[in-house]
């Protein structure tokens, strides 16, 4: 399985946000490991160690284009650019269209071939037809997932 940054960067803010309103609990060999951290730190150190003991690959798709926007011209991370063109479209939120634009240029910038999309976000799950016709990308639930791989 491949992710891009954003991922990690969600990851850190969902986590933090929970974890700092004390809603989600830990082994408590970890949470013994960072209670003497500022909270940044303690999310940053669980973040790594869920990253570190997947078997997610974490890769950084992107590079700097040309764009043009009201008759200027900038020079933007292509990511940006690519959920510019394909945000019209998909109208989702800003965080998702991010994500799956990542998770196109990915595809496009890698030996891998990325041809599904897991997310538990509903909002993502019900435009899937779209996200798929714009994108080839399949957003799929673990649990459909898991299924289509027979686990």
């Known amino acids: 399985m491949v992710t891009g940054f ?3 960067i969600e990851f850190e ?23 003497n951290i500022p909270i940044s ?24 284009d040309a764009f043009k926007f009201n008759e200027i011209e900038y020079i933007i991370e292509n990511t940006f650019s690519l959920a510019y ?11 998702d269209i991010l994500q799956i634009a990542s998770a196109v240029k ?7 071939n990325v041809e599904y999309f897991l997310t538990n976000d509903k ?7 779209i996200i798929r016709t714009t994108t080839t990308i399949i957003p799929i639930s673990p649990d459909d997932f898991l299924s289509l791989l027979k686990i």
């Not at 063109?85 to 965080?95: C, D, E, F, K, S």
């Not at 909002?123 to 037809?129: D, E, F, M, Q, T």
Request: hydrophobic content about 40%; proline content about 4%; some cysteine.
């Open 106 to 112: 990915i595809k496009q910038f890698t030996n891998f």
């Open 41 to 64: 730190d303690q999310v940053k150190y669980i973040t790594e160690t869920c990253f570190s003991r997947l078997p997610i690959t974490v890769l950084p798709a992107s590079s700097l």
């Open 13 to 35: 803010s969902v986590f933090g946000r929970l974890w700092q309103n004390n809603q989600i609990q830990l082994k408590l060999n970890i949470e013994q490991k960072v209670q």
């Open 123 to 129: 909002n993502i799950l019900n435009n899937s037809g």
């Open 6 to 8: 954003i991922t990690v």
């Open 85 to 95: 063109r394909i945000g019209p479209q998909l109208q989702l939120r800003t965080l």
